[in-house]
Structure formats: structure tokens, C-alpha cells
């Protein structure tokens, strides 16, 4: 795992929370619907909750990235996380944008 993969996955806010009833099927069902809308999710369980990262993502289809104390985070199996940010699209100003439109007129 590269350090910039590595970072990308601290940064992330968990996203789903298991709680006292441990993973059940509405559980899968929201990781399931989150990993569609996203590349990566972390889930976080309770201390008191017996919980198996390895059979929650075969249950979701995902692929384990990674499991850190009582915090797992997930990928969209097939996905593939980039390692570096995908470039960004220039921000045009408005004075710009107002030129473009003068000059597709002319």
C-alpha cells in the first residue's frame, strides 16, 4: 500500500456505524449502497460488539483494505483506488467565462 493510499484512508470519516446488534442484513445493505456512491468507506463497530471484518466484506462483496483496531475500511470490489488524487478541473473565473462567451459570439 503506498503512503498516499495510506493517508487517503486516515482521512476518511466513518461513514457506517455498527452498533450493539452487531452486522445484520440492513447493515450489508447500507455498506452495499455506500461502496456504489463511493470508493472507499469506513466502517466502525463498538467496543462491546464481536464483529468479523473478513465475513462482513464477503457478505458485501467488497474487498478489505484494511482493519485497524475496531475500524475497518472497505473498496468496491473491481474498483481500483487510484494511488495519487485524479487531476482536478480548472476553475474558470467568471471575467474568463465572460470572455469564452464574447468570443464564441463573434
Avoid: F
Wanted: net charge positive.
Amino acid at each position: 500500500m503506498t503512503d498516499q493510499t495510506d493517508r487517503s484512508m486516515q482521512d476518511l470519516k466513518p461513514t457506517v456505524w455498527i452498533g450493539k446488534q452487531g452486522c445484520t442484513q440492513t447493515m450489508i445493505e447500507e455498506i452495499v449502497a455506500q461502496l456504489k456512491k463511493r470508493k472507499l468507506i469506513k466502517v466502525k463497530w463498538l467496543q462491546n460488539t464481536d464483529v468479523d471484518p473478513e465475513d462482513i466484506s464477503l457478505k458485501a462483496k467488497a474487498k478489505l483494505m484494511e482493519v485497524r483496531g475496531r475500524t475497518m475500511v472497505l473498496a468496491e470490489k473491481g474498483k481500483v483506488v487510484p494511488a495519487t488524487p485524479g487531476k482536478k478541473p480548472a476553475i474558470k473565473t467568471a471575467r474568463e467565462t465572460g470572455k469564452m462567451k464574447r468570443a464564441e459570439k463573434k
